[in-house]
């Protein structure tokens, strides 16, 4: 689990790299349009591939450190036990969809690829968005899979 954390915050570290990139492309391009009139081409369209990515790439660190919405109202009354099963099946159910959208992206990757499609001003090629979005996912997936068969490590006791 502890390979899987590190390559999470990594993915986490990449993702804000990006953000910061985009961030300050955007300012340089608003500053120009207002400014002398210059303008960054299609920074909209950078800025839309980079969200997405940006996005993938945030979901391991988010399944690793347990920080998506639970939802706790029905179960909390139940026992430490029950609460951790739940928290396992939520965690497979969490590693089954992230699977589904690591393998529907891949595909989609490569028909971006075949097809050579790019953003609608710049050209830019669609796939590279793909190659930063399916490793994180499938990171999740995993992440998410070993949550489920070995529990979260703070179950207290708790049979799961």
């Not at 347990?66 to 099946?89: E, Y």
């Not at 969490?94 to 499609?117: D, E, H, P």
């Not at 995993?142 to 489920?148: D, F, G, R, S």
């Amino acid at each position: 689990m502890k390979l899987l954390e590190a390559l999470a915050k990594l993915c986490a570290i990449v993702a804000g790299v990006l953000l910061t990139a985009i961030t300050l492309m955007t300012c340089a391009s608003v500053l120009g349009r207002n400014t002398t009139g210059w303008t960054i081409v299609g920074d909209f369209e950078l800025s839309g591939s980079a969200a997405g990515a940006a996005i993938a790439l945030f979901l391991p660190w988010c399944q690793a450190r347990r920080g998506n919405i639970i939802v706790d109202f029905f179960t909390n009354g139940a026992s430490a036990a029950a609460q951790a099963r739940l928290d396992r099946l939520g965690a497979l159910c969490v590693a089954l969809v992230m699977g589904l959208m690591t393998w529907r992206t891949a595909i989609g990757g490569l028909n971006a690829w075949k097809s050579q499609s790019g953003s609608m001003m710049l050209g830019f090629p669609e796939w590279i968005v793909y190659v930063f979005m399916v490793p994180p996912l499938a990171l999740t997936a995993a992440i998410a899979l070993a949550q489920a068969l070995r529990g979260f490590g703070d179950e207290q006791g708790a049979a799961a």
